[in-house]
């Protein structure tokens, strides 16, 4: 009885771990601002076209990709699929795992681009050149 216990709390900490971490080559050559969703909404003239660094939750669809805190405050992330970010395995990112990701936590880094509104433009900016994808 111990020895099955032992063998299922293995088994569900060991499926507990499966954190995403995906990036490019160019993802240390840059210092990147973290920065909180809403206030980068509120301030996006200032950001514009610097690095930066933010954390919430994934949203994928058909249609939308975009990192949020709320139902107000989202950010269109604009993943650059034809230079794709890797993990250490040499894996590549693409729909399928982030997918597997909605609704997770995340960080992201890249570039913020004001005039990057998203699909039908409902968005207040973009994160384009996208570094690092890691799941929290």
């Known amino acids: 009885m111990k020895r099955t216990l032992f063998f299922a709390v293995l088994i569900f900490l060991i499926s507990c771990n499966n954190n995403f971490?995906?990036?490019?080559?160019?993802?240390?050559?840059?210092s990147y601002?973290?920065?909180?969703?809403?206030?980068?909404?509120?301030?996006?003239?200032e950001y514009d076209n610097r690095p930066i660094e933010v954390s919430g939750y994934l949203h994928m669809d058909i249609e939308n990709l975009y990192i949020y805190?709320?139902?107000?405050?989202?950010?269109?992330?604009d993943f650059n699929f034809f230079e794709p970010l890797k993990n250490d395995k040499?894996?590549?990112?693409?729909g399928k795992k982030l997918m597997?990701?909605?609704g997770r936590e995340i960080k992201v880094r890249g570039i913020y681009k004001q005039?990057?509104?998203g699909h039908l433009a409902?968005?207040?900016?973009g994160i384009t050149n996208?570094?690092?994808l890691e799941s929290l």
């Open 33 to 45: 601002q973290i920065i909180e969703i809403a206030l980068l909404e509120s301030r996006s003239l």
């Open 90 to 94: 040499n894996d590549v990112l693409n």
């Open 100 to 102: 597997s990701l909605k």
């Open 21 to 30: 971490v995906y990036y490019s080559d160019t993802f240390h050559k840059e």
């Open 69 to 77: 805190i709320n139902d107000k405050n989202k950010i269109w992330l």
């Open 130 to 132: 996208i570094t690092l």
């Open 115 to 117: 005039n990057k509104k």
């Open 122 to 125: 409902v968005y207040k900016g």
